[in-house]
């Protein structure tokens, strides 16, 4: 039987306003509250691995995303959207495209879309916590807590990387740094998978990101797939400006393709070439 958070489907119901590589082997830093130290680092070793197989595993699947993006004005009314759905496929050749299924003309006003805001609507929000990336983080035991019919051990979850000002001021200079999640994570005590985080994704910089819950589902009885994610969050810029964000991304339709993981994307069917990707709704202020 396939086992489901029901929190996943109570969360959809509950947002009217949104209506359209193999181990390392340098160890992470663990706080433990409770429990044995040694348990605490072989969960910790185990759902990390579980995480590198689940991300393969995505490679191999088709999907459906619908994400939507609304601010919301002081009397509470939308006042700015972004609606894009998608289909994520492969073709003959095996690359993987995402086919623009709905995309009405944004009419965001108050933000605008950045290249972390894109990858965060496709990686960090659905946060694939590898193995190979496991000493870039510290990990601080909670404890044990019951979600739904599922008993899960859960762990807060900090970058290593935002302690060292040297790198991340290099990261800056890059074109794209890479994003990391900085919250909590709930894992399944009985398969060792992430089935629920809440966080949000770092480094901010001059932008800001909202703060995120992730609940997933078992697909074909073993891996854990985000299926639903959801925001409602005051973005405060330094400029003085604050903006109230609404997000939701919901992925559906998961079917078991065969093709490599290259992603290109693809607006146009008619046309063989790739498109480039329009971006997102930022969390960049427009001036």
Same mark, same amino acid.
């Given at each position: 039987?396939?086992?489901?958070?029901?929190?996943?489907?109570?969360a959809?119901?509950?947002c009217?306003?949104?209506?359209?590589?193999?181990?390392?082997?340098?160890?992470?830093?663990v706080?433990?509250?409770?429990?044995?130290p040694?348990?605490?680092?072989r969960?910790i070793?185990?759902?990390?691995?579980k995480?590198?197989?689940?991300r393969k595993?995505?490679n191999?699947y088709g999907?459906?995303?619908?994400a939507?993006?609304?601010?919301?004005?002081f009397?509470?009314?939308?006042?700015?959207?972004?609606?894009r759905?998608? %289909?994520?496929?492969?073709?003959?050749?095996g690359?993987?495209?995402?086919?623009?299924?709905?995309?009405?003309?944004?009419t965001?006003?108050?933000?605008?879309?950045?290249a972390?805001?894109l990858e965060?609507?496709g990686?960090?929000?659905?946060?694939?916590?590898?193995?190979?990336?496991?000493?870039?983080? %510290?990990?601080?035991?909670?404890?044990?807590?019951?979600?739904?019919?599922?008993?899960t051990?859960?762990?807060?979850v900090?970058?290593?990387?935002?302690?060292?000002?040297?790198?991340l001021?290099?990261?800056?200079?890059?074109k794209?740094?890479?994003?990391?999640f900085?919250?909590?994570?709930?894992?399944?005590?009985q398969?060792?998978?992430?089935?629920?985080a809440?966080?949000?994704?770092?480094?901010?910089?001059?932008?800001?990101?909202?703060?995120?819950?992730?609940?997933?589902?078992?697909?074909?009885?073993?891996?854990?797939?985000?299926?639903?994610?959801y925001?409602?969050?005051?973005?405060?810029?330094? %400029?003085?400006?604050?903006?109230?964000?609404r997000?939701?991304?919901?992925?559906?339709d998961?079917?078991r393709?065969?093709?490599?993981?290259?992603?290109i994307?693809?607006?146009?069917?008619?046309?063989?070439?790739?498109?480039?990707?329009p971006?997102?709704p930022?969390?960049?202020?427009?001036?």
């Amino acid at each position: 039987m396939k086992r489901v958070l029901l929190s996943v489907l109570a969360a959809a119901a509950m947002c009217p306003a949104l209506v359209s590589a193999q181990t390392q082997t340098a160890a992470p830093s663990v706080v433990n509250r409770s429990g044995s130290p040694a348990d605490i680092e072989r969960i910790i070793r185990a759902f990390t691995q579980k995480e590198s197989e689940f991300r393969k595993a995505l490679n191999e699947y088709g999907f459906r995303r619908d994400a939507v993006i609304q601010t919301i004005a002081f009397g509470g009314q939308i006042s700015g959207e972004y609606h894009r759905v998608s %289909s994520f496929v492969f073709d003959d050749s095996g690359r993987r495209y995402e086919k623009i299924l709905k995309f009405p003309i944004p009419t965001l006003t108050e933000i605008q879309l950045t290249a972390e805001d894109l990858e965060d609507l496709g990686g960090v929000q659905a946060f694939a916590l590898e193995s190979s990336k496991i000493d870039e983080y %510290s990990f601080s035991y909670v404890g044990k807590e019951k979600i739904d019919e599922l008993d899960t051990y859960v762990f807060d979850v900090t970058p290593k990387i935002l302690a060292d000002a040297r790198r991340l001021a290099a990261l800056k200079k890059s074109k794209l740094p890479e994003r990391f999640f900085q919250g909590r994570v709930w894992v399944d005590d009985q398969d060792l998978q992430i089935v629920k985080a809440r966080g949000k994704g770092v480094p901010e910089f001059d932008q800001r990101f909202p703060t995120f819950e992730t609940y997933r589902e078992q697909i074909d009885g073993k891996y854990w797939f985000p299926t639903y994610s959801y925001a409602d969050d005051e973005l405060n810029f330094k %400029s003085g400006q604050t903006v109230h964000l609404r997000m939701r991304v919901k992925f559906t339709d998961f079917q078991r393709l065969r093709g490599r993981a290259t992603v290109i994307e693809q607006g146009d069917e008619t046309e063989e070439k790739p498109k480039p990707t329009p971006a997102p709704p930022a969390s960049k202020p427009k001036p």
